[in-house]
């Protein structure tokens, strides 16, 4: 099956400084992929749509300055968190849409094992 | 705009117990899919079952079973004969078409004790 992998599974910084989590497709080509935040007991929320080659489209209430998004490539998006606070500490996982499509033009899409930041 | 809810916050069953999750969605579309994952406590989403709103079939899979019912815009999941191994969060979701971002529930914490 199509894998997802993500890049660090787990990190520490310490506030102010900046992360960069990466998100590959392993075994298939991915124009889309997604960004979500999960804090703790909580669901996943989305916070960006990144496409490669153009800008990512973010959601409501999440700083696309402080959530810089780079799609440069069909196999990889990355996010880096920029001065991060306490606050930021989360849970991220993206997820990759299989630009291929399949039967009936379903595109399917998978999830990375997810990034666990925490912000000292 | 899309809901999904999920108004069991946390269950908790003595293995061997059947049990129901329940998924109630909301949208204006006339196509869309609904999705479970289970989170154990690594974090990682299991990917368990995607339906599309055409297909309301019901389906099983081993002791896993899913009620697709659009009359009641529900997508329940049972699990049968419940494991220690099935603790874990379960979320359902839903795309408004395939491939495009999901939007979850809040989730409900299963504890299967033995």
């Known amino acids: 099956g199509a894998v997802v992998s993500q890049h660090p599974s787990r990190v520490i910084c310490k506030s102010g400084t900046s992360v960069k989590i990466e998100c590959r497709s392993l075994?298939?080509?991915?124009?889309?992929m997604f960004w979500y935040r999960q804090f703790p007991k909580q669901s996943l929320m989305l916070m960006a749509t990144?496409?490669?080659?153009?800008?990512?489209?973010?959601e409501q209430g999440v700083e696309k300055d402080k959530f810089l998004i780079n799609h440069a490539s069909l196999t990889l998006s990355t996010l880096t968190v920029t001065s991060a606070h306490p606050e930021d500490s989360s849970f991220y996982i993206c997820?990759?849409?299989?630009?291929?499509?399949?039967?009936?033009?379903?595109?399917?899409?998978?999830f990375g094992p997810g990034t666990r930041l925490t912000v000292t | 705009a899309q809901k999904v809810t999920q108004a069991q916050t946390e269950i908790s069953v003595v293995e061997k117990e059947d049990v129901t999750l329940d998924c109630v969605y909301e949208t204006r579309d006339t196509t869309y899919y609904l999705f479970w994952y289970k989170q154990p406590p690594s974090g990682e989403l299991v990917f368990l079952i995607r339906r599309n709103s055409f297909d309301e079939q019901n389906e099983i899979s081993g002791r896993y079973s899913w009620n697709f019912q659009k009359s009641t815009s529900s997508f329940n999941f049972t699990i049968t004969a419940s494991q220690v191994v099935d603790s874990a969060v379960y979320f359902c979701a839903l795309s408004e078409y395939s491939g495009y971002a999901l939007n979850f529930g809040k989730g409900t914490s299963l504890l299967v004790t033995p």
């Open positions: 075994d298939f080509q991915a124009t889309t």
């Open positions: 997820s990759a849409r299989d630009s291929a499509g399949g039967p009936r033009s379903v595109y399917e899409q998978y």
């Open positions: 990144s496409n490669e080659g153009s800008k990512a489209t973010y």
